[in-house]
Structure formats: C-alpha cells, structure tokens
C-alpha cells in the first residue's frame, strides 16, 4: 500500500457539479485579487525591482501554485484529514517554534513571522491557523460529549490554543492570535459548549487581548492613533490617514482602475494590508461594496455546504467548513476595519485579494477543502438516495423537536 492510495480522484463530472455559486465567488475574488496586486503594486515594484509588474507576476505563481495544492487536497478524503489532525497540530507547532530561531525564522519590519521557502515566505500563522480547524474538528468529534457536559472537555483545547497563542505573541503576531482565539471560541460555541461557558470564556479572552494590548507602547500608540489618526498624519498616524484620503478620493464610483494616487508611494504596504483601500480609491464605495458582498457570498456558502454535511451525519467536514469560512470572515472583518479605521493597525491580509504566498496557497488549500466536503455530501446523497429537499425538512423537523 503506497501513499497514493490515500487519495480519492474527484472526477471532471463531479468537479462541475460542486457548488456552482461557491466556485464563481472564488474564482471572481481571485481575478479581482490579481488585478488589484497588479495595480496597487506598481510604484513600489519599479522603485524596489526596476519593473512594474513585479508582484503581480510572483502573485500570479502563487496563484498557480495555490491551485496545484488545492486540487490534491481535492483528491484527499476528509477522513484521512480527520485521521491526521494531531500529527498536523505538532507540525504547526514546531513551524512557529523554528520562525523564532535565528537564522531559520526571517524578520519583517520588525516581526518574526516568515521561513524562506526560496520560492515563497512561509508564515507560520497561517499554517497554524488551518491546523487548528482541522484538529478542533476532529477533537469537537471525538468529544462531544465532554464539550457539552463538563468544563474539562471544554478547557482542553483552549491550554493548546494557549501555547499557540504564546508563540503568536513572541514573533508577535497579535492579529493572528485574535484569530485564532476567536475561531477557537466560535467552534467550541458551534460544537456545543454551554452558553454560560461561552460568555465567561469571551470575558476572559477580551480581558486577557485587552491585557496584551496595552502591554507594549507601540500597540497602546496604535490603539490611540486608530481612535484619532489626524492628531499625528505625519507620524504614528501616516498609515491610516492616507487610507482615508483614498476612501474621500474614491467617492462613489472611483477614479478608475489604474488611477490611484495613493498607491504612489504615499500609502505604504498598499499591496498586503491596505490593497482595499487602493481597490476603494480606483472603483469607489460601489466598487467596496462588490467585495464584501463576493466574500460574503463565498463565506455563507461554505457555511451552507458545512450544514448539509452536518444534515448528512458528518460532522467533522461540517465543523471544517465552519472553521475555515469563520478564519475568511474574521480577516475579511479585521482587515476592513482595520482600512476604515475602525479597528487598530493590524497585519493581516485580505484574502485571496492581498499579495502574499502564504496567505493565497493556504487559503487556497482551505476553500478546496470546503470543495471537497461538497462532493463528498453529494456522494454520501446518492448512496442514500435524498434530495435537498428532504435534507431540509428532516433538518426542520429535528429542530423543532429539540
């Protein structure tokens, strides 16, 4: 028995069949992804490489590299996911320990977050973040009844989650560790939990970030500057103001892609964190508005996807789908926030939108896993011959007597 038997080939005639509304959001915010990478990054890929599409051709591999990932994923059955979760959490493990070994991990800015891979940057966070919806899925299934009944079964992933969390903060990434918590917190809710363990766990964890975040002076200036970023334009509050100037520039309808002055080396880091505002700036509020209702297309099918899984009796592909459109949401939310300025400076990417190879195959990986638990469904519906339709109403009635 060798490796490849591990995998389970989706057919092309299964592969048209898997949710067709699911599919044309990726693919859309992928191609808007790539234009905005293109078009955001072009004063900065002249300044630093000599030619303007710089980033856009590496993002442009990332792409093809994140498919060729997600299409084994594709061919990998969830069960044999399911089977690695723990294997898959001590690896994520060791990557966050290794970034933060001289001469392993690389430093930008400042964080210590990357492994050179040659090819692409690694980030560990993103890789622990994946593995940390696999392995709660698998730990929300084998330990239901303990999530749901006693306080151990709901503590003992969170004393992982806390070791993660321990070496976030080290590199530090305080915006991954937000997510990361928070995904933790919804899976455990969806798995469960009771509501009054839920609201302590909440208190405790706002306590807790909130505790973090003032610990340091750069983060407490963030959270000051977030609040009024016109008290210092020049200086602590330069990032955030100048993504306002491109929000006012933009208006309603945009000045047109290619045409943002912003981008102009006034508005740093306009191709990973602040590519929205550059998207807001050249397209205009309309153009914002399409974005964020593609992300929530794309997120509330995933949901929809999990919740046929979970009408189907596998509940760990419905807590996967969960978990991995809760990790999409969270970053859509933060990095908006974060643009508009309603949430302090973070370092998290927009999705599938921001340049980045970590962030684009991991996601990537993530949304074909979703793709996966689709065809799965559709097959587990063949063997047991039912429709939607009497997925639906069995959901209804089960409901009702609960």
């Not at 699911?22 to 004063?43: H, P, W």
């Not at 340091?216 to 602590?236: C, G, Q, T, V």
């Not at 949901?303 to 459109?325: E, V």
Request: charged content about 15%.
């Amino acid at each position: 028995m060798t490796w490849l038997n591990m995998f389970d080939r989706v057919s092309w005639r299964e592969f048209s069949r898997i949710d067709a509304i699911f599919l044309s959001s990726v693919v859309s915010i992928l191609a808007l992804g790539i234009v905005m990478v293109s078009s955001a990054s072009i004063s900065v890929s002249e300044s630093i490489h000599g030619h303007p599409y710089f980033f856009m051709i590496r993002q442009t591999l990332y792409l093809v590299l994140g498919l060729v990932f997600g299409w084994v994923l594709l061919s990998l059955p969830t069960s044999q996911l399911q089977k690695w979760g723990i294997l898959m959490m001590g690896l994520s493990l060791i990557l966050l320990i290794l970034v933060l070994v001289l001469g392993i991990g690389k430093s930008v800015n400042g964080s210590r977050r990357w492994i050179n891979l040659v090819v692409f940057n690694l980030q560990a966070s993103e890789v622990a973040k994946v593995c940390m919806v696999v392995y709660m899925s698998g730990y929300l299934v084998r330990r239901a009844d303990r999530v749901r009944e006693g306080w151990i079964g709901f503590f003992l992933p969170l004393c992982l989650c806390s070791v993660f969390l321990l070496f976030l903060l080290l590199e530090p990434d305080f915006g991954a560790s937000v997510v990361l918590l928070g995904t933790v917190m919804v899976l455990l809710f969806l798995g469960g939990a009771p509501l009054y363990q839920f609201l302590l766990l909440m208190v405790g964890a706002v306590s807790m970030l909130g505790v973090v975040a003032i610990s340091e002076s750069y983060r407490l200036k963030r959270l000051m500057n977030f609040i009024d970023p016109w008290a210092d334009p020049f200086n602590e509050g330069y990032q955030l103001s100048q993504a306002l100037i491109a929000y006012g520039r933009g208006e309603w309808f945009g000045l047109g892609l290619g045409n943002s002055v912003q981008k102009l080396s006034y508005l740093p880091e306009a191709h990973t964190d602040f590519v929205f505002s550059i998207w807001v700036e050249e397209t205009g509020m309309m153009g914002g508005l399409l974005l964020i209702f593609l992300f929530a297309v794309m997120v509330g099918r995933a949901f929809k996807i999990g919740r046929k899984a979970m009408t189907l009796s596998r509940p760990f592909a419905a807590y996967m789908c969960f978990g991995f459109a809760i990790l999409i949401l969270a970053q859509v939310i933060i990095n908006i926030g974060v643009n508009t300025g309603f949430l302090p400076t973070k370092g998290l990417t927009l999705p599938l939108i921001s340049y980045g190879g970590s962030s684009l195959i991991i996601t990537l990986g993530s949304l074909f896993v979703v793709a996966r638990v689709d065809v799965e469904n559709r097959r587990a519906e063949k063997e047991l011959g039912v429709t939607d339709a009497n997925l639906e109403s069995d959901s209804q009635e089960k409901e009702r007597a609960e």
